[in-house]
Nanobody, 121 residues
Framework: QVQLQESGPGLVKPSQTLSLTCIVS??????????WSWVRQPPGKGLEWMGA???????YYSPSLKSRTSISRDTSKNQFTLQLSSVTPEDTAVYYC?????????????WGQGTQVTVSS
C-alpha cells in the first residue's frame, strides 16, 4: 500500500526557512490525478491546506501562504518537498504530507503520520 513519511528538522529559528520532505513508497507521485499536498495543524486549531504538487508537476498554493511557500518534487526519488520561508512562531504546527484525488477534493486518500515543527529561537 502507499505510505508517506515526512522528514525534516523539528526546530526552526524565526526568519529561517522550514524545509520538509515527504518520501512516498508503494506508489508513484506521477500517478494520474493525484495531488500531493502539505497540510498543517497549529496547536488548538484545525487543519490548513498549504499547497500541492500535481501528478503533472504543476503547483498550487494557499493564497494566504503563497508568498512564502514552495513545493517541488524529485521523481527519481519519488518524493516531494515543502519550503516555507521567513517562519515565525505562528508557523509552529504538526505538518503532514498527504494526497488527494482532485485539487478541489476535500478527501485525502493517503496521509503521512505527521511531524512536529516548532519555530523558536
Amino acid at each position: 500500500q502507499v505510505q508517506l513519511q515526512e522528514s525534516g528538522p523539528g526546530l526552526v529559528k524565526p526568519s529561517q526557512t522550514l524545509s520538509l520532505t515527504c518520501i512516498v513508497s508503494g506508489g508513484s507521485i506521477t500517478t494520474n490525478y493525484l495531488y500531493w499536498s502539505w497540510v498543517r495543524q497549529p496547536p488548538g486549531k484545525g487543519l490548513e491546506w498549504m499547497g500541492a504538487i500535481a501528478y503533472s508537476g504543476s503547483t498550487y498554493y494557499s493564497p494566504s501562504l503563497k508568498s512564502r511557500t514552495s513545493i517541488s518534487r524529485d521523481t527519481s526519488k519519488n518524493q516531494f518537498t515543502l519550503q516555507l520561508s521567513s517562519v515565525t512562531p505562528e508557523d509552529t504546527a504538526v505538518y503532514y504530507c498527504a494526497a488527494k484525488d482532485g485539487l478541489s477534493s476535500s478527501e485525502y486518500v493517503y496521509w503521512g503520520q505527521g511531524t512536529q515543527v516548532t519555530v523558536s529561537s
